[in-house]
């Protein structure tokens, strides 16, 4: 895979704080959140600067029952075209559910759902990974996802999961370190177990992000500073293998540019470290070993917990960070070192037998794909055609737990239902949240009872489409007769935004000569500036956003 560095998720939010940031090497984009043809004007100064951009998708479903969207490939690689981008990256995940396959109306997730680790969901996996690679010009690469929610009766573990799908397939693998730690605390997986079982070769790069801990269960929020156990992780993970590139995720609450300065140095500081004491000589350490602690736990928020220190939740010094994160590093590859850990991907060594080498992965082979990058040829000679049939019953259980969470159905046999109620809030929250960022003028007219009213909306009415359509059901639904009482003011407001935004686009002809006016007082505008001998206009970036 490409070399790629330090990183951090591009946002509009924190776009000026991304292009200042000291030592950055690449950013990640949500791809179904840019336009090739109107780049916003930040990643256009990033791209003329030479720094790497990929495009990370959040919508394809590699992990539902249907064949990806032909026109979300398609999205997807325009996308990678126009940024440049050496790679596209997706997840392993389900979005949706319902439709054809099952007879039912189409239920969206708004949200990354787990893929149950079975036989029949591997085949339809592998198969729909191959659709992608097939029509993206640039390699893909999937990522694990977190979940507050296990499948039952799982034929595999996460580790066998995904080193079957690249055996199979070839895809690359982004591994979110917070994701492993999200679920060592909410499923009880073991980190390590999963490291060890990773094919080394296919690693693409590295997520870390934080979260918060509430009542017992991990939330991965994006928007929470990285803590140590998250650290830890990244830890183990780079004692075994050097991540072409590792990257800083905030989706909220974002804080100042020193803060995220001081977050990508601790980042920085383990992955130094473990490059610095892997290529130690036997025996030594790159770096002394501070005393043994206790070991890594589930922690809280801020709270290291063992091992690496966590980022404190309120301010960071990052040369004291780096120094404690170093130091930790240090430690852990000294032990893996002593107890002889094998590669990734490979079994065990037994007593008295050779250690495994290579990638330690049955049938595969490092090849040059597309856009030059490293990565496993797939071993096809196993892998079972995904038939209709796993489709279908793929189907069938993915409509039933997504029909539960957004519809209020009865929760499948062997589900945590307790934990299906910890889910639905927060897919009820999320949806919320979306709702407010893709059309902001609902919250300004409902004012603070807007969430209150979504909210209980959302509770029993699935969104069977995207979240503009879900913005527009929303607003339809507030002021019909079933609706809350409003102020005629704010009925008026509201019922003129809707109408805006629901009536027909207007012919081609008009939309043409309202561009063409605008052009024409543009270009009065400038004659007028220059004739004035007035200062050159300074050009401001504007947000590229689809009308709601």
Excluded at 82 to 106: D, K, M, N, Q, Y
Aim: charged share 20%; with cysteine.
């Amino acid at each position: 895979m490409a070399r790629l560095g330090t990183g951090i998720g591009w946002r509009p939010e924190i776009a000026r704080h991304v292009e200042e940031l000291p030592g950055l090497d690449w950013v990640e984009v949500v791809a179904e959140n840019i336009c090739p043809g109107h780049l916003p004007d930040s990643l256009l100064r990033l791209r003329e600067r030479g720094t790497t951009i990929v495009p990370h998708g959040v919508s394809l479903g590699l992990g539902g029952p249907e064949p990806p969207d032909p026109a979300r490939l398609a999205a997807l690689a325009e996308r990678a075209g126009a940024l440049g981008a050496p790679l596209v990256t997706e997840h392993i995940a389900f979005v949706r559910a319902g439709g054809p396959l099952t007879a039912s109306p189409r239920l969206e997730a708004g949200h990354l759902l787990p893929v149950p680790r079975t036989r029949d969901a591997l085949d339809v996996l592998c198969a729909n990974v191959r659709i992608a690679q097939e029509a993206l010009p640039v390699p893909l690469a999937l990522e694990n996802i977190a979940a507050l929610i296990s499948w039952p009766g799982e034929e595999l573990t996460e580790g066998q999961f995904l080193a079957e799908l690249v055996r199979r397939t070839g895809v690359g693998l982004l591994i979110d370190v917070a994701n492993l730690h999200t679920n060592a605390v909410n499923r009880g997986e073991d980190p390590s177990a999963v490291l060890d079982a990773l094919p080394c070769h296919a690693l693409a790069y590295v997520h870390v992000a934080g979260g918060v801990e509430r009542d017992g269960v991990w939330h991965d929020s994006h928007a929470h500073p990285v803590t140590g156990p998250v650290l830890d992780v990244l830890a183990e993970l780079c004692a075994r293998a050097d991540p072409p590139g590792v990257l800083l995720e905030r989706d909220d609450d974002f804080p100042g540019p020193d803060r995220l300065a001081a977050e990508l140095s601790a980042i920085r500081a383990v992955v130094t470290a473990a490059r610095a004491a892997r290529t130690a000589p036997a025996g030594r350490g790159a770096l002394s070993p501070p005393e043994a602690g206790p070991a890594r736990g589930a922690g809280t928020d801020g709270d290291a917990a063992g091992g690496a220190p966590a980022v404190p939740a309120e301010t960071v010094t990052a040369a004291a960070e780096a120094a404690g994160l170093a130091a930790s590093v240090a430690a852990g590859a000294a032990a893996a070192d002593a107890r002889e850990r094998p590669a990734c991907g490979a079994p065990p060594t037994a007593p008295g037998q050779p250690a495994a080498t290579g990638t330690g992965v049955i049938g595969t082979s490092t090849t040059t794909g597309r856009g030059g990058a490293t990565a496993a040829s797939p071993d096809r000679s196993s892998a079972p055609p995904a038939t209709e049939a796993a489709r279908l019953r793929l189907a069938v259980a993915q409509t039933a737990l997504l029909s539960s969470l957004v519809a209020g159905t009865p929760a499948p046999d062997g589900f945590d239902r307790g934990r299906l109620g910890v889910q639905s809030r927060a897919l009820v929250r999320k949806r919320t949240g979306v709702i407010a960022k893709v059309a902001p003028e609902l919250p300004e007219i409902l004012g603070p009872r807007f969430r209150a009213e979504f909210e209980g909306y959302a509770r029993n009415r699935p969104m069977t489409g995207g979240h503009r359509q879900d913005a527009l059901n929303f607003a339809a639904h507030v002021l019909s007769p079933a609706g809350p009482r409003l102020e005629p003011a704010v009925r008026r407001r509201l019922g003129r935004w809707w109408r805006e935004r629901s009536r027909p686009a207007p012919p081609l002809r008009h939309r043409v000569a309202v561009l063409l006016r605008a052009g024409v007082r543009r270009l009065s505008g400038l004659t007028g500036a220059r004739r004035a001998q007035a200062s050159p206009a300074t050009s401001s970036e504007t947000a590229f956003r689809r009308p709601v």
